[in-house]
Each structure stands twice: as C-alpha cells, then as structure tokens.
C-alpha cells in the first residue's frame, strides 16, 4: 500500500480541523528540493528553467519558485497577468499559447518573451511589431505522453509550428524583418525520455535554418513516479547527451546555445496532496459486489483521473489512532452526481474500475490523495454541483502551515450570475 509523501497523520488531522476538507496541501520543502533539482540539469552555456505556471498557477507558488531563481511559463495572456500581479518580473515570464491574447501589445511592450506557436500567430507578431525579436514553437513531428490526450507533438498535435511548414514561418520572418532568437519544442507530459532525447537533436537541426537563435527550450513533461510502481526520469541521465549536443554544435558552427526547460509536473506533482473526508462507505450486493468510500471531494477537486485514468496514490488517515482493520478492496469515488467522479480508475482506462487494497475505512477517517500538486487545484470541474472551489495551504520550510487561497463561498459563486 501507498504511504504519506510529506505529510504525518498528526499533521494531516490539524490541517482537516483547522481548514476543513477538501483542502489542497503542498510543502515548501519539496518544492525547494525539486527546484534545486531543475535548476541543476546538465548544460553546456547557460539554463533557465521556467516553471510550467499551468501546473499551479497560485501567487504564493509562484513566489517561492521565483525566489529560488526560476522563471516562469504561461499558456495564456490571463497566465501573465497572474504571474504580473504575483510580482514576477515581466523579463522572466515567456508565452506560448494556443490562444493569441487580445491584449498582446501592452503585454509584450511591457517586456514578456513570445513565442509564436502558428504561422497566423507569427503573422500577428509581425503585423504589431515589426523587425521585432520573438521564439517560433515547432512541431518536431513527434510526441510522446503519458496517453494520447497528454502527447503533444506529431501529427496529431495541434501545438506549434509543423516542422514541414518552417519554409512559410521564414517568408513571415523576413516579410517583416523578424529576428527568431529561440526555437521552442515540447512533446507531452510524462514523456519517454528516449524520446524526448530524439526531439531534443531533431530541434538542434532545426536552429541551424535561423541563424539568429541563442536559446533553444525543451520544454518539459518529465515522468513524475506518484505511484510506488513508477521510475521516475533522471534528469542528470537525459539531460547528460544534450549537453553534449550543444558542445558538438558549438565545436561545428561557434554557436553556445542557451538551454531552457519548462516543468511543471516535476516540480509540483509530488510537493502537493488533497486532503479530504471519507463521509460515507457502502457496498452492493450480489456476487460481484463492491465496496465503495465516498468523499466529500472528488472531480471538483482532481479531474486527472476521470480525464486520464490518471494513478494517485491514496492514504487513509484514520480519524483517531486504532488498531488496523483487516484489509479491503475498495473504489474510492467523489461527490458529484456523476458516475465517470471515479479516483480508482484502471490504469489505461478512464471508464473501468480497478479497486485499490485500504486499510478497513470508516466514515469520518480522512482520505489523502497524494501527488496532487501538479494539474489539480488548476484544472478542476469548477462549481460542479455548485461544491465550491477547496482552499489551499501551504506546509512552510520550518513546519508552519498557512492559507494560500481561501475556501470559495456560496455567495461568491452566485456573484456573477445576472438576472435581468
């Protein structure tokens, strides 16, 4: 059976009395040390490594990312805001998003870095600004993901340029004197890192067509082992002949590329949980019958598993300390009046059931879902059920536990309804 990652019971227990549950847990801690993980990443003339804001996207995460040197990545111009308003200097947040912001001009003059992730996005840059500096995102013409849905390259990507299409990206450039100083690829979250090795020299090729690149970023989608029956990528292992690359580039050409990566699941994933209360446990009948732990959380709180049959592992917490029960297979399930608000899906399958072996579980015990920092409290079914959105917490370096994001009111869910 799984453990606790960061948390202890004891812990546990005051955070459900003091904050309620569901409540978002994440240690700062594990943050630091997988910051200091990143930011050690083999490279040859220089790293920047920007945080995938996506992943968790609240002001006081991205305030200790910052204070350990990271940058940041944003997928929106609403992202830059965010990471605005957070105090992140505008010179240290990049975008690239599939949705060109209305409100470019003032971000970009304010002093964002861009990369352009279509050719229709490169003919806008061009248009507002002209014998500009921007990043061209390319297609490679090769993914690879955790599952379909988390692979983003190849010919079933919508993300970035089509590699074959760099020939109509260099008549926009020189139509309005554009200097491309980064190449951008990303293939998928929890990539195989034999293939992102693959994609890594491909993109090298790729920065010899512009002759002005200094910066090549590989993206991120690093595999995050939340389960105990994970591997986990080795940073030091992939990182090992790309740093080589770039010295073989430089030996060849002169050119000492800077190298940028963008996690998100690498840093969060494991440096965060959901804490939450088992309210009800019930069975059905008949030779196949199951026994259930309903949650007051569920897809309100972590969508992954419904959307990707996503693994978590997930720790019962007794209420008050007793004696251990005989074990039990148990499907843990959310709140929602929805059947696909599943935790314990299979393993390739969204829509099948795969029961995890509890401790005996009684109403009242809590129930941690762990490796829940990463694309939970940032992407959820919002206001489902009209459940509000959970608060978060955030465990200090020296053990103090503090709010982060208050727990959502009904009254704020009703304030931007309208009746005329």
Request: with cysteine.
């Amino acid at each position: 059976m799984e453990t606790l990652k960061f948390l202890t019971p004891e812990l546990a227990r005051q955070i459900a009395a003091d904050y309620g549950t569901p409540v978002y847990v994440y240690d700062e801690a594990s943050l630091k040390r997988h910051a200091e993980a990143a930011l050690a990443f083999p490279n040859a003339f220089g790293l920047t490594v920007r945080f995938a804001m996506k992943a968790s996207p609240n002001a006081a995460i991205l305030r200790v990312f910052h204070r350990l040197g990271l940058h940041i990545d944003a997928s929106s111009g609403f992202e830059v805001r965010r990471a605005l308003h957070a105090g992140i200097p505008a010179e240290h947040i990049s975008l690239s998003t599939q949705e060109f912001p209305e409100d470019f001009a003032p971000l970009y003059k304010h002093g964002i870095r861009f990369n352009a992730c279509s050719l229709a996005q490169l003919e806008r840059f061009g248009q507002l600004f002209p014998g500009c500096r921007c990043g061209l995102r390319v297609n490679p013409g090769l993914g690879s993901g955790g599952t379909g849905k988390t692979n983003v390259g190849g010919p079933n990507s919508s993300f970035g340029i089509w590699h074959e299409w760099l020939g109509e990206a260099e008549k926009i450039i020189a139509k309005y004197g554009l200097s491309v100083i980064r190449i951008h690829t990303h293939i998928g979250s929890g990539s195989d890192p034999e293939v992102w090795e693959r994609v890594a020299l491909m993109s090298l090729e790729t920065v010899k067509r512009f002759p002005d690149v200094v910066t090549l970023n590989l993206g991120g989608g690093y595999k995050v082992a939340r389960m105990a029956t994970e591997k986990a990528t080795d940073l030091q292992v992939i990182g090992a002949p790309v740093k080589a690359a770039f010295e073989k580039l430089a030996e060849e050409t002169g050119r000492k590329l800077k190298l940028e990566i963008e996690p998100g699941t690498f840093l969060m994933a494991n440096a965060g949980a959901l804490l939450a209360t088992v309210r009800d446990v019930v069975r059905t009948g008949g030779p196949d019958g199951m026994n259930f732990l309903k949650l007051d959380s569920g897809m309100t709180e972590i969508l992954r598993p419904s959307l990707y049959a996503a693994q978590h592992p997930i720790v019962i917490v007794p209420a008050q300390e007793r004696a251990a029960g005989p074990e039990q297979d148990y499907l843990v399930v959310g709140h929602c009046c929805e059947s696909g608000d599943i935790l314990t899906t299979g393993s390739d399958d969204p829509e099948a059931l795969q029961p995890r072996t509890l401790p005996e579980t009684l109403p009242g015990d809590l129930c941690v879902v762990e490796g829940a920092g990463a694309y939970c409290a940032a992407m959820t079914a919002k206001n489902y059920n009209s459940f509000p959105e959970a608060p978060e917490v955030l465990v200090g370096l020296k053990g103090t536990v503090r709010l982060i994001r208050q727990r959502q009111t009904l009254d704020q869910i009703f304030q931007n309804e309208v009746d005329e």
